[in-house]
């Protein structure tokens, strides 16, 4: 099939790899000039595993391309889909301007029936808006052809996005249409063959299942932060909490890990926007507020335990930071606990020295002041003369610690976990202050 992509971002990147992997002619849209350049160079511009091999494969078989030229690429397309940002704007709503902008190209520049397909997140009825934004326009011009929508959210998390839409656990699409079913069925087929993963909802159910399905992992989290919390006052530890609940498979062990809140592009985002929608309608979404302020406060954690430690005190104090990404194999800083950690330390007095395997030149482009920051080419040079050392990501490479040679390297014997890597009592023998999450500290 033919297949436009607006937005050769994080999502329209991984879509449109994909989709040409199986064989459709995939053109990827953007107005970022020097974006298209540089894909058409082979240089992507996101860190994302397997991504870069994929795009050059399929580029260079000629099933992939990348284009400022919205009329051809909408010309030749019979599916078209919107994978444009969504950003909050100040009181959490989502700005869909960017997603207006491309149903109005694809207005001016539709010649015969296409399938105009909502892939960013979008707040319910928005796919009816960019039906009825399209069909105004068209009558404007005086330019009838006839189109469908449809919502086709995605659920591709950051570091194993090829992985989740290669293997998905479901794919959703909402319309009103047989001749949209029958089309985006033939999209997915390659990717439907074992077992069918296709739903069929409501285009205003799939809207919002994107955001339920967010909202309730966001909720997971914050609940078991909270418990965290509660067993660090009681002496219970959360992490043998954690294994004993998570056992039973109506709970299940996935995103009930506790730690210094959640963060990156999309869990922060979704949740303001739902909340903010729910606002709009009159709903008072009490549990998400709280998830929402319980994370918040989560993400202060790690420098309220620092600042205990320290008394308070933080004149030439220094704190080696191990993880800046707000998850492990991804450069994406979006949000991350370790910017609310740094900027308190700042504010404190402290400075910082940090090490992350691949969020380093993102952390750069974010804080370029030497005095309060020096990045480390290497996890161990980081802890060098430091007061303290804070795990943020639990990248991998951290999980490996030679302890007693860890003591010898930091100037006060403390290590403060928000990721919970460790044996207590393992950290605890080599004469190392642990404070993890949940733990009894
Ligand atoms: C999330 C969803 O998992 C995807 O399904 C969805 O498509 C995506 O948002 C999106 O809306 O585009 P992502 O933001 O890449 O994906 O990251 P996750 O792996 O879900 O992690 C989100 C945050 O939760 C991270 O900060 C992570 O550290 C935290 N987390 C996760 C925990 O604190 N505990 C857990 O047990 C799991």
Same mark, same amino acid.
């Given at each position: 099939?033919?297949?436009?992509?607006?937005?050769?971002?994080?999502?329209?990147?991984?879509?449109?790899?994909?989709?040409?992997? *199986?064989?459709?002619?995939?053109?990827?849209?953007?107005?970022?000039?020097?974006?298209?350049?540089?894909?058409?160079?082979?240089?992507?511009?996101?860190?994302?595993?397997?991504?870069?091999?994929?795009?050059?494969?399929?580029?260079?078989?000629?099933?992939?391309?990348?284009?400022?030229?919205?009329?051809?690429?909408?010309?030749?397309?019979?599916?078209?889909?919107?994978?444009?940002?969504?950003?909050s704007? %100040? =009181?959490g709503? &989502?700005?869909?301007?960017?997603?207006?902008? !491309?149903?109005?190209?694809?207005?001016?520049?539709?010649?015969?029936?296409?399938?105009?397909? =909502?892939?960013?997140t979008?707040?319910?009825?928005?796919?009816?808006?960019?039906?009825?934004?399209?069909?105004?326009?068209?009558?404007?011009?005086?330019?009838?052809?006839?189109?469908?929508?449809?919502?086709?959210?995605?659920f591709l998390k950051e570091?194993?996005?090829?992985?989740?839409?290669?293997?998905?656990?479901?794919?959703?699409?909402?319309?009103?249409?047989?001749?949209?079913?029958?089309?985006?069925?033939?999209?997915?087929?390659?990717?439907?063959?074992?077992?069918?993963?296709?739903?069929?909802?409501?285009?205003?159910?799939?809207?919002?299942?994107k955001y339920a399905a967010n909202a309730m992992l966001a909720t997971k989290i914050s609940f078991?932060n909270?418990?965290?919390? #509660?067993?660090?006052?009681?002496?219970?530890?959360?992490?043998?909490?954690?294994?004993?609940?998570?056992?039973?498979?109506?709970?299940?062990?996935?995103f009930?890990y506790?730690g210094c809140g959640y963060g990156g592009s999309c869990f922060p985002k979704d949740v303001s926007a739902l909340l903010?929608?729910?606002?709009?309608?009159? !709903?008072?979404?009490?549990?998400l507020? =709280?998830v929402q302020?319980v994370n918040e406060?989560q993400k202060?954690?790690?420098?309220?335990? #620092?600042?205990? *430690?320290?008394?308070?005190?933080?004149?030439?104090?220094?704190?080696?930071?191990?993880?800046?990404?707000f998850k492990?194999?991804t450069?994406d800083?979006r949000e991350a606990p370790?910017?609310?950690?740094?900027?308190?330390?700042?504010?404190?007095?402290?400075?910082?020295? &940090?090490?992350?395997?691949?969020?380093?030149?993102?952390?750069?482009?974010?804080?370029?002041?030497?005095?309060?920051?020096?990045?480390?080419? %290497?996890?161990?040079?980081?802890?060098?003369?430091?007061?303290?050392?804070?795990?943020?990501?639990?990248?991998?490479?951290?999980?490996?610690?030679?302890?007693?040679?860890?003591?010898?390297?930091?100037?006060?014997? !403390?290590?403060?976990?928000?990721?919970?890597?460790?044996?207590?009592?393992?950290?605890?023998?080599?004469?190392?202050?642990?404070?993890?999450?949940?733990?009894?500290?």
């Amino acid at each position: 099939m033919n297949i436009a992509i607006f937005g050769s971002g994080y999502v329209g990147l991984v879509t449109g790899a994909c989709l040409a992997d *199986v064989g459709h002619k995939v053109s990827c849209i953007d107005i970022d000039s020097h974006k298209i350049e540089h894909l058409n160079q082979g240089n992507i511009p996101i860190y994302e595993p397997g991504l870069e091999a994929l795009i050059n494969r399929n580029r260079q078989e000629g099933l992939l391309s990348f284009t400022t030229d919205a009329k051809q690429a909408v010309q030749r397309a019979e599916l078209i889909f919107i994978a444009v940002g969504t950003p909050s704007d %100040q =009181s959490g709503q &989502a700005d869909l301007r960017s997603v207006f902008a !491309v149903a109005d190209s694809i207005a001016d520049y539709m010649n015969n029936y296409k399938v105009v397909i =909502s892939k960013s997140t979008v707040p319910v009825g928005t796919t009816e808006q960019i039906k009825q934004r399209i069909v105004a326009r068209q009558q404007h011009h005086n330019h009838l052809i006839d189109f469908d929508v449809c919502s086709n959210p995605e659920f591709l998390k950051e570091g194993s996005a090829i992985e989740d839409f290669t293997r998905a656990a479901r794919i959703i699409i909402g319309t009103d249409s047989q001749r949209v079913t029958q089309l985006m069925s033939e999209c997915y087929a390659p990717y439907n063959r074992n077992r069918n993963k296709l739903m069929f909802l409501d285009i205003r159910a799939s809207e919002l299942t994107k955001y339920a399905a967010n909202a309730m992992l966001a909720t997971k989290i914050s609940f078991m932060n909270e418990i965290a919390n #509660l067993a660090e006052h009681l002496q219970a530890d959360i992490e043998q909490v954690r294994q004993g609940i998570g056992s039973d498979p109506r709970i299940g062990f996935d995103f009930i890990y506790p730690g210094c809140g959640y963060g990156g592009s999309c869990f922060p985002k979704d949740v303001s926007a739902l909340l903010n929608s729910a606002t709009l309608t009159g !709903v008072n979404l009490e549990l998400l507020q =709280s998830v929402q302020r319980v994370n918040e406060r989560q993400k202060h954690l790690l420098f309220d335990k #620092l600042n205990q *430690v320290f008394n308070g005190q933080w004149h030439n104090k220094t704190i080696a930071i191990w993880g800046l990404a707000f998850k492990p194999n991804t450069d994406d800083m979006r949000e991350a606990p370790s910017r609310i950690l740094m900027e308190a330390i700042w504010q404190a007095g402290g400075r910082v020295q &940090a090490f992350d395997p691949i969020a380093m030149p993102e952390c750069k482009k974010l804080y370029s002041d030497e005095s309060k920051l020096t990045l480390c080419e %290497q996890r161990d040079a980081c802890v060098d003369n430091a007061d303290a050392l804070v795990i943020c990501t639990e990248w991998k490479a951290f999980r490996t610690v030679d302890f007693e040679w860890l003591k010898q390297q930091l100037k006060t014997p !403390v290590v403060v976990d928000g990721r919970n890597l460790f044996e207590p009592k393992r950290v605890q023998q080599a004469g190392l202050l642990y404070y993890a999450v949940g733990r009894g500290n």
